[in-house]
């Protein structure tokens, strides 16, 4: 889940990273370089997050959904402002209670909640291949709440992805579960972060919006507890062990993708944060003994196609025109 805090970072290092500052005319690592150790960091990156769900999903086993939040809240909160405070960055500024970053802690507390739930209640390859759909939502949103430019083409491959999120909810037919709606929501919950995130202010770094984030996460597991009506239960020692695991998972995990897009070119390594339905769709069966089915399959098959049509036709759009 750590994954779907989407930093916002600084690229105008490129060229420092390419080349030797002192002499701009020696090269310190080759551009193909750069990409090949960006993606493996993206691969790893996806790994991990993977791992995090599958150990959020242990642990749902043992402990209520509400409990999982508020201990997993925590510990990402506590890890998120050691960095902060490392970086000399203040946790408490003014620009934190702006009305951007309010909006943006309400979808964060409905995506993490609905999404964990899915985790807990739906197999665990269907949510993770649901959650892909997520940067179509948010060129959709972009286009919609920005007036950001979204041709015909980017338009109707964001309809062909959504298609492909119905193929595996597949409304109307035996095959539908209401759970995987919980998903969706969770989707849409994630989505409206990434967007609220794009408008946060800037003087706010990525650390202060994990900070914040898990603060919401926080209270949106008390909520849900409050909510259930159940007495707190102390984790057992091995569920406290997965719930160690999921934080320890998700933090090493979030730091490979900061260094994925710090090392390698955006258009590059991005496309490898698929590499992540292969990793939920493995640990579904190996661990967890699902058996997705062909509409999980052919769904997913959309959703990538449609998600690197959009990247493709973005870089397109934006490189310059030869002379």
């Known amino acids: ?8 970072l600084d690229f105008a290092d490129k060229d420092r990273r390419t080349h030797n500052t002192e002499d701009p005319m020696t090269p310190i690592q080759t551009p193909q370089r750069d990409n090949l150790i960006g993606s493996l960091f993206m691969i790893g990156s996806m790994g991990g997050f993977a791992v995090e769900d599958a150990f959020i999903k242990a642990a749902a086993q043992n402990l ?23 970086s000399g960055a203040p ?12 909006i943006r802690s309400l979808f964060e507390m409905t995506g993490r909640l609905f999404y964990v739930l899915a985790i807990a209640l739906t197999p665990l390859s269907s949510a993770t291949v649901i959650l892909q759909a997520t940067p179509l939502l948010v ?32 409304p109307g037919t035996d095959g539908f579960s209401a759970l995987s709606i919980l998903a969706i929501i969770g989707l849409i919950g994630f ?14 770094g990525t650390a202060v919006l994990g900070f914040y984030g898990f603060l919401a996460v926080i209270v949106a597991g008390v909520a849900f507890s409050l909510w259930q009506a159940v007495p707190f239960i102390w984790p057992d020692p091995v569920t406290m062990l997965w719930l160690a695991g999921s934080v320890g998972a998700g933090i090493t995990a979030y730091s490979f993708l900061m260094r994925a897009m710090r090392t390698g070119e955006v258009s ?3 496309p490898f944060r698929y590499t992540r339905l292969l990793f939920g ?10 058996t997705p089915t062909t ?29």
């Open 1 to 8: 889940m750590i994954a779907d805090i989407w930093p916002s």
């Open 64 to 86: 209520p959904v509400g409990q999982i939040l508020i201990i997993f809240g925590m510990g990402g909160a506590l890890c998120f402002a050691l960095l902060a405070l490392a």
């Open 91 to 102: 946790l408490f500024p003014r620009a934190a209670m702006s009305r951007t970053m309010r």
């Open 139 to 170: 060129v959709a949103g972009a286009a919609l709440v920005f007036g950001e430019q979204v041709g015909w083409r980017r338009w109707s491959a964001i309809i062909i992805g959504l298609i492909g999120v119905i193929i595996i909810v597949q």
């Open 191 to 204: 989505a409206g972060r990434d967007l609220a995130s794009r408008a946060a202010p800037r003087s706010l």
């Open 268 to 270: 590059a390594v991005t």
């Open 281 to 290: 769709i493995g640990l579904g069966v190996f661990v967890f003994g699902e």
């Open 295 to 323: 509409a999980t399959f052919a769904g997913a098959g959309l959703i990538v196609l449609s998600g690197a049509f959009i990247m493709w036709r973005g870089k397109k759009i934006a490189a310059p025109t030869a002379p």
